[in-house]
């Protein structure tokens, strides 16, 4: 995929430069991209909760000790997660190569028993990233976003802090200049 183009599955990689400080170096898996709109779960802004707070009663969580993760500013009550997979997951649907998303807890048991080590093949979100119709087009337009075909390393890299730069990287040399823009552009 050349950089600029876009569609499910596409990570949108935060350019320093955008303003918006909910995705300040961030990584958006796009999960959905059509002529309604856009959607996507940021994959590296941690909640700073773990998932044995938010789902202290829940029996089908139990033992699972992973964090769970701002998967973007819109409707943050809400939780979907993302698991790694080598077979596929007809309960989920397949957002990258390996990488299903889901929202049922129905889903998520039927294949939780089959993920070989849920504490690293399974990431919570809570809340989206959202664009309506033609608005992610209008950001690209103003250079706000960089893109790349997503890969289930990716999303699964720990600690997420490293994963904005490591997908700056993968862009090749052109793009390490960004990995030391200043945050706030008018501290330069």
């Given at each position: ?52 707070e938010?789902?202290?009663?829940s ?26 997979s ?30 070989p ?72």
């Amino acid at each position: 995929m050349e950089n600029g183009s876009y569609s499910k599955g596409s990570f949108l990689i935060a350019n320093p430069v955008l303003p918006d400080p909910n995705f300040s170096r961030t990584v958006v898996l796009l999960c959905n991209h059509d002529e309604q709109g856009s959607f996507g779960l940021v994959i590296n802004r941690n909640s700073g909760l773990k998932s044995t707070e938010v789902f202290a009663s829940s029996e089908l969580l139990a033992g699972y000790e992973g964090e769970v993760f701002i998967g973007g500013p819109v409707a943050p009550s809400q939780v979907f997660y993302l698991c790694r997979s080598s077979r596929p997951l007809p309960e989920m649907e397949e957002v990258c190569p390996g990488v299903y998303m889901g929202v049922s807890w129905d889903a998520l048991e039927a294949v939780l028993p089959d993920l070989p080590n849920p504490n690293e093949d399974l990431r919570f979100y809570m809340g989206y990233s959202g664009w309506g119709s033609g608005q992610l087009a209008g950001e690209m337009d103003q250079c706000s976003w960089l893109t790349c075909d997503a890969t289930d390393p990716f999303v699964f890299t720990s600690p997420e802090q490293h994963i904005w730069p490591k997908v700056v990287q993968s862009l090749g040399k052109d793009y390490e200049y960004l990995l030391h823009a200043p945050v706030d552009p008018r501290n330069n």
